[in-house]
């Protein structure tokens, strides 16, 4: 069974950053590459990055491009999201995911 489990979020001010990870087991991991999406409340679950299996490609959403930083580290089986400048619109639940498995998310709150 694919499990994700997410963490790392919290409460940070405008400008602050944080690191996210995403433990995972049940499948191969090095062997698929993995997304990290967010779902704000009240607004549709939004795809915000990608890592290739092997960690090489790298694509971001253009909402969070040059501020968010995806990597992995395939022998913890784990996924990062650094997020750097962060702004009262991240504000949101962040998910890793991989095909149409997430995890239970972590809570990311940006506010003076």
């Known amino acids: 069974e694919v499990q994700l489990v997410e963490s790392g979020g919290g409460l940070v001010q405008p400008g602050g950053s944080l690191r996210l990870s995403c433990t995972a087991s049940?499948?191969?991991?090095?062997?698929?590459?993995m997304n990290w999406v967010r779902q704000a409340p009240g607004k549709e679950l939004e795809w915000i990055s990608n890592i290739s299996s092997d960690g090489y490609w790298k694509n971001y959403a253009d909402s969070v491009k040059g501020r968010f930083t995806i990597s992995r580290d395939n022998a913890r089986n784990t996924l990062y999201l650094q997020l750097n400048s962060l702004k009262t619109e991240d504000t949101a639940m962040y998910y890793c995911?991989?095909?149409?498995?997430r995890g239970q998310g972590t809570q990311v709150t940006v506010s003076s």
């Open positions: 049940g499948f191969i991991f090095s062997s698929n590459a």
């Open positions: 995911q991989k095909a149409s498995v």
